[in-house]
Every structure is written in C-alpha cells, then in structure tokens.
C-alpha cells in the first residue's frame, strides 16, 4: 500500500481550540484532532481506514497516527465525528472507539442516505437504515462540548443529504462543502446530492463571522501546490473558485452541474460507502464466516 499519511501538523492558540491536521495522502483526506487546550478533552473529526481496493485488505496506519498523537499529549476522546457518509475513503472510527473511547456521532439525517443505499447495496435484513450504529445523531444547531468548548453542529446539506459542518470555538469544519479556495467546492451528484441545497448551505457558513477559521475534509493540492486545509470565512468569501461573493445561486448550481458530469467517480466509493453507513463498521459476515463488499452492476 501507499503511504497512509503525511503529516500531523498542531497548532494551539489560547482560547480557541487546538487543531491538528492528518493528511492522508492516497484518498486526499485531512482527519482532525480538535482538542480543549484547558482540559485536554478532544474530537477526532473524519478518522481514515487504510484500504487496499487490490486485495480487498485493511490497515490502521493512519488510525493509529491519529491515536499516537493523541496519547502524546494526553488527550482524552470524547467524540468521533463524521462530517457525513464518505463515498472516498473508510471510516475509522471503530477502530478509534475501540481504542481510546468515545462516541460516534453523525447528523441525524443520515438515516435518509441510508435508506437510498441500502436498496442499491440490496443491505442484509437486519440492517437498520434509523441511524442507530451511531452513537449520536446530531440535529440541526444542536449545541454539545468537548471540555470547555462550546461546539454547534450546523446542518449543510448538498454534497450529500446528511452534510454537516461543526463550529467549535472560533473553528468550523465543512467537511466537503467548501474545499480551500483554489478548490471550490464538493460534488453533488451523488445520490441524494443537490448543488442549490449546497450553494444555500455555503450561504450559511459566510454568515459566520469572518475570522472564523476554516478546516476542511480534503486538500486536492491544484497544480502541485503544497498542502493547505486551513483558512477563514473572509478569505472564503473573497476567493473561493466556485462559490465567492458575487456569484448567485443560479451560476452556481449550472456550473456544479456542469462541472459534475466531468468527474470521475472516487476509487473508493463502493467499499467506503457500505462501511460508512455502518457507522465504520464492516459489513457481517456471511454463513462463510467470511465478510464481503458489494459491486453493483450499472448502478453508477
């Protein structure tokens, strides 16, 4: 397999929360840390599993950089949050529960998205499309903590039905709403996706107050530049590719459209969407003992 991950890069200012980035290079995915630095409480936020689509197999050499650098400061977890249902990568959140503790929370709507994948997945009979392999479903501004942080979960929906963003102290995390300015924004034709529900989603976000920072669910480094998932509400506002100020709903939802036929599906999305909607779990076993991912024939 590739190389799982980059690098972790910390950053803590009083006040505000401490952040710390995990770049996972082969599906473009940055997992955060977000910790209290008052009481060393934390939030893992989109943990990566390491999959191989060659041999089927999986790894937790990214999992495991997030859980090194969470014991080397002596955090304590109290959250694993998932920004939504990734179609790019697996989630890792199991593993991460199953080692440090914690909760696993998601937006409450979720429970649509897996209603729609289920039926294409044809999931097994026992599988329950209410959200309950979660541990949490959060709604639409509800507010909950992490030490003494103050966090706000913020329903963005568009690139998927059950999007959210997370504001926690002076930090918000989009996600796949918006991507660092040179990238724009998040596909959305996925299944249940919408590029004006995202276009009205991103409205919210700006609304936020302008050094507000922003941290974001992948980096797709344009050009070759270097690495960056950190920006502001201003910057956003001022130069986002697709969705800056200026540009109104109709020109948004007509370039998404457009933009979206040209897009490869993700490599990963058949095995990551069966995982993710099982809260990172894998699918059961079978009467082999043996567990399996679905292809589904001319669905996508």
């Avoid at 050499?61 to 090194?68: G, K, R, T, Y």
């Avoid at 400061?73 to 199991?94: F, M, N, P, Y």
């Avoid at 959305?188 to 507000?212: E, K, N, V």
């Avoid at 979206?260 to 095995?271: C, K, M, V």
């Amino acid at each position: 397999m590739a190389p799982a991950s980059d690098r972790l890069t910390p950053a803590s200012t009083l006040g505000r929360p401490s952040v710390s980035g995990l770049f996972h290079r082969p599906t473009w995915t940055i997992s955060y840390v977000v910790a209290d630095p008052g009481t060393g409480h934390c939030a893992v936020i989109d943990p990566v599993l390491d999959y191989d689509a060659k041999s089927g197999g999986t790894a937790t050499i990214a999992a495991d950089a997030l859980i090194a650098d969470i014991r080397a400061r002596g955090l304590k977890v109290d959250w694993i949050i998932e920004t939504h249902v990734h179609a790019d990568h697996l989630s890792s959140a199991q593993y991460i529960k199953q080692v440090l503790g914690g909760r696993i929370g998601i937006g409450a709507r979720v429970s649509e998205v897996q209603s729609i994948f289920s039926r294409i997945f044809n999931a097994e009979p026992a599988f329950a499309t209410d959200g309950s392999q979660f541990d949490h479903l959060f709604e639409d501004g509800e507010t909950f903590r992490i030490g003494s942080l103050t966090a706000i979960a913020l329903a963005t929906p568009g690139h998927t039905r059950a999007c959210m963003s997370f504001h926690i102290g002076d930090a918000v995390f989009t996600g796949d709403a918006i991507f660092m300015p040179d990238s724009g924004t998040g596909r959305c034709d996925f299944p249940g996706g919408d590029a004006a529900r995202l276009f009205h989603s991103i409205q919210r976000l700006f609304a936020l107050p302008p050094q507000t920072r922003v941290f974001v669910g992948h980096d797709y480094q344009p050009g070759g530049r270097d690495l960056r998932y950190e920006t502001t509400i201003a910057v956003q506002r001022m130069q986002n590719l697709h969705v800056r100020d200026g540009i109104d709903e109709a020109d948004f939802v007509a370039m998404r459209r457009a933009r979206d036929t040209t897009l490869d599906l993700p490599n990963l999305i058949l095995p990551a969407v069966q995982v993710n909607m099982r809260a990172g779990q894998l699918p059961p076993p079978e009467s082999n003992g043996m567990r399996y991912i679905k292809i589904p024939i001319n669905q996508f």
